[in-house]
């Protein structure tokens, strides 16, 4: 790993994948154990057993995007009565000669005004480590409801 002045690492996540999206991945811990296959608008059969890259992306980042409006929301000392609920939609399509990302993430917190859960969600965006990796790269869209 490359060191930025800035940058002090917490914690380093390890998974390996063995033979791709039609394989299994696991982590080294073992909280991760799963096989792993194409989903059906890719070619692949889609009986629900199975995870993909892409859901584990979505996973990923809807956790993360979710500490990340906690932690916003703690700094402007904001509490919930309800958890926030968020849901992101990863979608892999063609780009030129190869395959891209593209995600939608959606936030819902239902005791707050939605121009609150906007500004609570631009927020996050900007300190969410996933935002922040992917950004300038795929395009993600933030959506309140």
């Known amino acids: 790993m490359e060191k930025n002045a800035e940058f002090t ?3 380093t996540a390890k998974v390996i994948g063995v033979s791709g999206r039609s394989g299994h991945v696991k982590s080294s811990d073992g909280a991760i154990d799963l096989d792993v296959r194409l ?3 890719m070619g692949g059969d889609e009986t629900g ?11 990923g980042y809807a956790a993360c995007f979710g500490g990340a409006l906690g932690a916003v929301a703690a700094s402007k ?4 009565s309800s958890s926030p609920e968020v849901t992101v ?6 780009e030129g000669d190869g395959f ?3 995600v939608d993430i959606f936030v819902h917190i239902s005791d707050m005004e939605i121009a ?11 300190v969410c480590p ?6 300038g790269n795929i395009p993600a869209n933030i959506h309140v409801n």
Do not use: M, W
Not at 49 to 59: D, G, M, S, V
Not at 77 to 80: A, P, R, S, V
Not at 130 to 135: C, G, I, M, Q
């Open 39 to 41: 989903p059906k608008g």
């Open 77 to 80: 000392k904001i509490k919930f």
């Open 100 to 102: 891209s990302l593209a």
């Open 89 to 94: 939609h990863a979608t892999i399509g063609k």
């Open 130 to 135: 996933y935002s922040k990796a992917t950004r």
């Open 9 to 11: 690492p917490l914690y």
């Open 116 to 126: 609150e859960v906007q500004a609570l969600a631009e927020a996050a965006h900007q």
């Open 49 to 59: 057993k199975h995870t993909n890259p892409e859901q584990l992306f979505a996973a």
